[in-house]
T-cell receptor, first 117, second 112 residues
C-alpha cells in the first residue's frame, strides 16, 4: 500500500532554533499534502495544505512565517518551525492524498514529536 | 462545540469482547474516515465510507447518513487492537468543501 515517510520521528531543540520536518510519499505522487498538529488528548488540527509548486494555504491562526512549508516536488513536503519556542512543542503529522479528488484515500506519516527546551 | 463527537472517550475491554465506538457529526459530509493511531503516534486509515457498511477482517464500520452517525465495531478484540480510534468527516459544503473535521479519539485498551 501507499506509504508516507515522515522524518525525524522525534526531535529536541533549543528555544530560538529552527527545525525542519520532512514528509515523503514513497511510492506515489502526492500533489497535495497536509500538515497537522496534535496536542495530548486532542483532535488533529489542520495547520496548512501544501500543494506542489504553489504556496501553501494556512489555516486561520497559523503563522505562515513561523511554520514554513515547502512542497518543491511531487514526493516531498517540508515543514520548518522557525525560531521555535517551548509552546511549539507538540506532535506534528503529515498526510498525503493520492489523486485530486477530495474523497481520495488519505495516508499519514508516523508523526514527529517536537520538544523545545 | 466540536463538529465531530466520539464516544466513549476511553474504553477498556477484555480480550475477545465485542467493541463499539460511536461517532456523531453535525456537518454535511461527502465521506467519513475511521483512523487508528498507535501509541507511537502513527496513523493508519481503516475505513473511508459514505454509505452503508464496510468490513475488513474483524473490523466493521457502519454509517447512517440521515442520523449523521457512524459506528466502528471490533469483533473478538485483541490486545493488539489497543490504540486510539479517530473519526473524521469530510465536509461537502460551500467554503468548507473538502475540509476534514476530526473527533478527539477513543482510547481503547484491550487486556489479555
Amino acid at each position: 500500500g501507499a506509504v508516507v515517510s515522515q522524518h525525524p520521528s522525534w526531535v529536541i531543540c533549543k528555544s530560538g532554533t529552527s527545525v525542519k520536518i520532512e514528509c515523503r510519499s514513497l511510492d506515489f505522487q502526492a500533489t497535495t499534502m497536509f500538515w497537522y498538529r496534535q496536542f495530548p488528548k486532542q483532535s488533529l488540527m489542520l495547520m496548512a495544505t501544501s500543494n506542489e509548486g504553489s504556496k501553501a494555504t494556512y489555516e486561520q491562526g497559523v503563522e505562515k512565517d513561523k511554520f514554513l512549508i515547502n512542497h518543491a516536488s511531487l514526493t516531498l513536503s517540508t515543514l520548518t518551525v522557525t525560531s521555535a519556542h517551548p509552546e511549539d512543542s507538540s506532535f506534528y503529522i503529515c498526510s498525503a492524498r493520492i489523486g485530486g479528488s477530495y474523497n481520495s484515500p488519505l495516508h499519514f506519516g508516523n508523526g514527529t514529536r517536537l520538544t523545545v527546551t | 462545540k466540536n463538529e465531530v463527537e466520539q464516544s466513549p472517550q476511553n474504553l477498556t475491554a477484555q480480550e475477545g469482547e465485542f467493541i463499539t465506538i460511536n461517532c456523531s457529526y453535525s456537518v454535511g459530509i461527502s465521506a467519513l474516515h475511521w483512523l487508528q493511531q498507535h501509541p507511537g503516534g502513527g496513523i493508519v486509515s481503516l475505513f473511508m465510507l459514505s454509505s452503508g457498511k464496510k468490513k475488513h477482517g474483524r473490523l466493521i464500520a457502519t454509517i447512517n447518513i440521515q442520523e449523521k452517525h457512524s459506528s466502528l465495531h471490533i469483533t473478538a478484540s485483541h490486545p493488539r487492537d489497543s490504540a486510539v480510534y479517530i473519526c473524521a468527516v469530510r465536509s461537502d459544503r460551500g467554503s468548507t468543501l473538502g475540509r476534514l473535521y476530526f473527533g478527539r479519539g477513543t482510547q481503547l485498551t484491550v487486556w489479555p
